[in-house]
């Protein structure tokens, strides 16, 4: 059994909010306010001006050597407070984290940096508190360099970068100076597309020499694509700790309520002065009663829609995510003749659009609605106006067993052909 390189032991954490502190006064006022208000530690409202709140609530877990340990969780879960007391920027309130071996944190953007210092005297100052020797700083020297591409303002004090290049030169350094085990909070979200994709296949690389990674994102599609296991921290407490394909997906369906049909009438309904959303809904196709959608049901949405501004050139636009969160197609009605291209007049509106069956995968999914003007001005937005499950069908899954790849799984059509017989050496052999 190999040993754990990072060890967490009912770790707890609890933080004290509502405590002011007072200005300094004169025994004259002290005395004073203590005769006028002698129970003044207590709020109006009953509550105690030194409340707590329990951000870590016994969590356990350990790491071995070169794994990368995803952690998900919503905001406000506890999981930057882990990674802060494993860094040790703050002490626990009880329980215990072990780590084995030299520890590089990139938790913020620019942490560990000198604003006044120079991009090249904060790479020597980031080794340095790491623990590393000039001669090992200098020896990656250039090759941090690089991979941040800020070679034109190495010599300019990092208090004049941009959050961008903070995070890179960051990144680069952590990275970089080889510490046993690198936390990474959600950082990355900092730079551009390439760039993260840069600094994703730099942590796989990392976990290849043996190093260990813990990883905070929001990115599901980073999680899965980059740690085998994850650990969901929700108020405090570890929900599941698993495979991250498994965490992932229960994380998300658990995050996403089940919408397959939403009504409004006209004073609750979402939209502006221009457009109110009336209803939004899937159904399976050519069915009166709602039924299970499988990976074969061809299904349809509906949305209905108050024009409210006359002569407006509206079109709707359906972005269809999965449950990683990668975006499986998106669609607007080109196709619509009867609208396409003229004005509406104000009214009550039903857009519908028809999907196939073989087409997705199974899983959860959910609709972002856009009402665009003018096909090109996004009046209003609608995050997940429907949310529903595809489920799989046994029959379409031949001797596959486990859940199929990819974002959709259409169902192509094949055809192998015999081009010529064997001759008889081909067949000897």
Same mark, same amino acid.
């Given at each position: 059994?190999?040993?754990?390189?990072?060890?967490?032991?009912?770790?707890?954490?609890?933080?004290?909010?509502?405590?002011?502190?007072?200005?300094?006064?004169?025994?004259?006022?002290?005395?004073?306010?203590?005769?006028?208000?002698?129970?003044?530690?207590?709020?109006?409202?009953?509550?105690?001006?030194?409340?707590?709140?329990?951000?870590?609530?016994?969590?356990?877990?350990?790491?071995?050597?070169?794994?990368?340990?995803?952690?998900?969780?919503?905001?406000?879960?506890?999981?930057?407070?882990?990674?802060?007391?494993?860094?040790?920027?703050?002490?626990?309130?009880?329980?215990?984290?072990?780590?084995?071996?030299?520890?590089?944190?990139?938790?913020?953007?620019?942490?560990?940096?000198?604003?006044?210092?120079?991009?090249?005297?904060?790479?020597?100052?980031?080794?340095?508190?790491?623990?590393?020797?000039?001669?090992?700083?200098?020896?990656?020297?250039?090759?941090?360099?690089?991979?941040?591409?800020?070679?034109?303002?190495?010599?300019?004090?990092?208090?004049?970068?941009?959050?961008?290049?903070?995070?890179?030169?960051?990144?680069?350094?952590?990275?970089?100076?080889?510490?046993?085990?690198?936390?990474?909070?959600?950082?990355?979200?900092?730079?551009?597309?390439?760039?993260?994709?840069?600094?994703?296949?730099?942590?796989?690389?990392?976990?290849?020499?043996?190093?260990?990674?813990?990883?905070?994102?929001?990115?599901?599609?980073?999680?899965?694509?980059?740690?085998?296991?994850?650990?969901?921290?929700?108020?405090?407490?570890?929900?599941?700790?698993?495979?991250?394909?498994?965490?992932?997906?229960? #994380?998300?369906?658990?995050?996403?309520?089940?919408?397959?049909?939403?009504?409004?009438?006209?004073?609750?309904?979402?939209?502006?002065?221009?457009?109110?959303?009336?209803?939004?809904?899937?159904?399976?196709?050519?069915?009166?009663?709602?039924?299970?959608?499988?990976?074969?049901?061809?299904?349809?949405?509906?949305?209905? #829609?108050?024009?409210?501004?006359?002569?407006?050139?509206?079109?709707?636009?359906?972005?269809?995510?999965?449950?990683?969160?990668?975006?499986?197609?998106?669609?607007?009605?080109?196709?619509?003749?009867?609208?396409?291209?003229?004005?509406?007049?104000?009214?009550?509106?039903?857009?519908?659009?028809?999907?196939?069956?073989?087409?997705?995968?199974?899983?959860?999914?959910?609709?972002?609605?856009?009402?665009?003007?003018?096909?090109?001005?996004?009046?209003?937005?609608?995050?997940?106006?429907?949310?529903?499950?595809?489920?799989?069908?046994?029959?379409?899954?031949?001797?596959?067993?486990?859940?199929?790849?990819?974002?959709?799984?259409?169902?192509?059509?094949?055809?192998?052909?015999?081009?010529?017989?064997?001759?008889?050496?081909?067949?000897?052999?």
């Amino acid at each position: 059994m190999t040993e754990a390189i990072v060890r967490v032991e009912d770790l707890r954490k609890q933080y004290r909010i509502g405590a002011r502190r007072e200005a300094y006064s004169t025994l004259r006022e002290t005395m004073s306010r203590a005769v006028r208000a002698p129970v003044k530690h207590f709020k109006r409202n009953g509550r105690s001006d030194n409340e707590t709140v329990w951000a870590l609530k016994g969590i356990n877990f350990e790491v071995a050597p070169g794994e990368i340990l995803g952690i998900i969780g919503r905001n406000g879960a506890g999981k930057s407070t882990l990674l802060k007391i494993l860094s040790r920027i703050t002490e626990p309130t009880s329980g215990r984290a072990e780590l084995f071996g030299r520890i590089g944190s990139l938790l913020e953007v620019g942490t560990g940096f000198h604003p006044e210092l120079t991009g090249r005297e904060n790479i020597y100052l980031n080794g340095a508190v790491l623990g590393m020797k000039r001669t090992e700083i200098a020896a990656r020297f250039d090759e941090i360099v690089a991979f941040a591409e800020i070679d034109k303002f190495l010599d300019t004090a990092v208090k004049h970068y941009s959050s961008g290049m903070y995070m890179r030169l960051a990144f680069a350094v952590a990275a970089h100076l080889e510490p046993e085990i690198l936390l990474v909070d959600e950082v990355l979200a900092v730079g551009d597309a390439e760039f993260q994709a840069k600094c994703l296949r730099k942590m796989g690389t990392v976990a290849g020499e043996g190093r260990t990674v813990l990883f905070v994102s929001h990115n599901m599609s980073a999680i899965q694509s980059l740690c085998k296991r994850a650990v969901w921290i929700n108020n405090g407490k570890i929900v599941a700790d698993a495979e991250a394909i498994t965490v992932v997906a229960d #994380y998300l369906r658990g995050s996403l309520q089940h919408s397959t049909e939403s009504i409004w009438d006209f004073s609750t309904a979402p939209g502006n002065d221009k457009v109110r959303i009336r209803r939004a809904c899937v159904k399976v196709e050519n069915s009166s009663v709602d039924q299970d959608i499988t990976i074969q049901t061809p299904f349809r949405f509906e949305f209905e #829609y108050w024009n409210l501004a006359p002569d407006l050139h509206l079109s709707l636009s359906l972005h269809l995510y999965n449950q990683q969160g990668n975006m499986v197609f998106a669609t607007v009605p080109l196709r619509d003749s009867t609208w396409h291209g003229r004005p509406f007049p104000t009214g009550l509106f039903r857009s519908v659009c028809h999907v196939p069956g073989d087409l997705l995968n199974d899983g959860m999914h959910r609709v972002l609605l856009l009402v665009v003007k003018d096909e090109t001005e996004v009046i209003f937005s609608l995050e997940d106006a429907v949310a529903f499950e595809v489920f799989d069908s046994v029959d379409r899954r031949g001797n596959w067993h486990g859940r199929w790849p990819g974002a959709v799984r259409p169902d192509l059509d094949w055809e192998t052909t015999l081009l010529a017989a064997p001759v008889a050496e081909e067949v000897a052999r």
